[in-house]
């Protein structure tokens, strides 16, 4: 699992427009990792393989984990999560279960 600093482990964005920027492009990685945890939860929740539905579920966990990282970065920057992440959310554990 990647180690993630705190924002003082940063040179943190000065300039207004800076701020925004970081925001919006760790908007974008925050709903990467909500993706990345409905793909693994519906492939947990569809599997025969015990091993497998395992190995998911720990992957699901370390997303949230990643997800955790994100939501407390943007709220450093001042920033917002995506108000679409239930669409993407759903629209990745639809792909999860193909």
Known sequence: MPVHGSASDYDEPTEPSQRRLSGALMRVNDVGEICAQALYEAQAATTVDPVLES????AAREEGDHLAWTRERLREL???????NPL???????????
Do not use: C, M, N
Request: aromatic share 18%.
């Open 55 to 58: 190995e998911f579920r720990a």
């Open 88 to 98: 993407w959310y759903a629209g990745s554990f639809a792909i999860g279960l193909l």
């Open 78 to 84: 001042g920033a917002r999560p995506s108000l679409l």
